[in-house]
């Protein structure tokens, strides 16, 4: 569960500077004469019967120029670490279970490694849970949450960016991906309820595309921004095992937050003895 800071994000862009760098570059580019375009035309052509050449071969290697488009969409969002689309994710097989009502998992509970199943049945339990995670989550100043959280390992989380029942719009994501993620990026201080009493930065992109069904089983595409896709990312980490702290830097653990890591573990291995 991503929890509310007060600390003030700070964005990483490029500067004016850069920018005006690049103009004047580009503008240099533009100042051939009609000299210059007609002294490089051959070169072209011959450039121009080269491409068409090797595009001839790669045309008879794969067959088709639909399939070397999806080759290199995979291969693009393997290099960016979507590696999560390439593979189908175990189905949840049985009924949805768990046990009402439901509390939060602490780190280090298996649950929050645990793998997490896609789920298939888009029925009134699934509504239910849904309900009762939305009920733990106002009740614990949260704004988001994710379903193995609660110590259920499926693949759903939910969300309200303002963190009240009465503000805000409610979020429920079944079975969610990602997509797309922006180079720009930010860091903020975050917190989560699984981690009591820890808070630490973390760089996350600004902007995302995300993929996901709604409670009744509809697929639907979001672009988020800002607090919004921070949100979203910190909760679809908890579905891939990933917890907030991983994607700390070694200064940020050092910082204390590493002693409190250790301090939950023994607690933790205290109360499971």
């Given at each position: 569960?991503?929890?509310?800071?007060?600390?003030?994000?700070?964005?990483?862009?490029?500067?004016?500077?850069?920018?005006?760098?690049?103009?004047?570059?580009?503008?240099?580019t533009?100042?051939?004469?009609?000299?210059t375009v007609?002294?490089?035309?051959?070169?072209?052509?011959l450039?121009s019967?080269?491409?068409?050449?090797?595009?001839?071969?790669?045309?008879?290697?794969?067959?088709?120029?639909k399939?070397?488009?999806?080759?290199?969409?995979?291969?693009?969002?393997?290099?960016?670490?979507?590696?999560?689309e390439l593979?189908?994710?175990?189905?949840?097989t049985?009924?949805?279970?768990?046990?009402?009502?439901?509390e939060?998992?602490?780190?280090?509970?298996?649950?929050?490694?645990a793998?997490?199943?896609?789920?298939?049945n888009?029925?009134?339990?699934?509504?239910?849970?849904a309900?009762?995670?939305f009920?733990?989550m106002?009740?614990?100043?949260g704004?988001?949450?994710?379903a193995?959280?609660?110590?259920?390992?499926?693949r759903?989380?939910?969300?309200?960016?303002?963190?009240?029942?009465d503000?805000?719009e409610?979020?429920?994501l079944?079975?969610?991906t990602?997509?797309?993620?922006?180079?720009?990026?930010?860091?903020?201080?975050?917190?989560?309820?699984?981690?009591?009493?820890?808070?630490?930065d973390?760089?996350?992109?600004?902007?995302?595309?995300?993929?996901?069904?709604?409670?009744?089983?509809?697929?639907?595409?979001l672009?988020?921004?800002?607090?919004?896709?921070?949100?979203?990312?910190h909760?679809?980490?908890?579905?891939?095992?990933?917890?907030?702290?991983?994607?700390?830097?070694?200064?940020?653990?050092?910082?204390?937050?590493?002693?409190?890591?250790k301090?939950?573990?023994?607690?933790?291995?205290?109360n499971?003895?």
């Open positions: 569960m991503l929890t509310v800071t007060s600390k003030v994000c700070r964005l990483h862009s490029v500067t004016k500077a850069t920018l005006t760098r690049k103009q004047g570059a580009l503008a240099g533009c100042s051939h004469s009609p000299r007609q002294s490089t035309a051959a070169p072209l052509r450039a019967n080269q491409l068409e050449s090797q595009r001839t071969g790669l045309q008879q290697q794969y067959g088709s120029f399939e070397m488009r999806s080759i290199r969409t995979m291969a693009a969002r393997r290099s960016r670490g979507f590696a999560q593979s189908p994710k175990p189905k949840l049985g009924p949805l279970t768990w046990k009402s009502p439901i939060i998992v602490k780190y280090p509970d298996p649950c929050l490694r793998e997490n199943l896609t789920i298939v888009f029925d009134e339990d699934l509504a239910k849970l309900s009762e995670m009920d733990i106002y009740r614990t100043e704004v988001g949450l994710a193995p959280q609660v110590g259920v390992n499926v759903l989380m939910v969300y309200n960016p303002e963190g009240f029942p503000r805000g409610e979020h429920i079944v079975n969610p990602l997509i797309k993620t922006s180079g720009l990026k930010d860091v903020f201080e975050e917190g989560c309820l699984s981690f009591p009493e820890i808070l630490g973390v760089v996350r992109p600004i902007q995302i595309k995300v993929e996901y069904f709604d409670v009744k089983g509809k697929k639907k595409k672009r988020l921004n800002g607090w919004q896709a921070r949100i979203f990312q909760e679809f980490d908890h579905l891939e095992g990933v917890l907030f702290h991983d994607r700390m830097s070694p200064e940020v653990l050092a910082s204390g937050v590493g002693d409190k890591l301090a939950l573990e023994e607690e933790y291995a205290r499971n003895a």
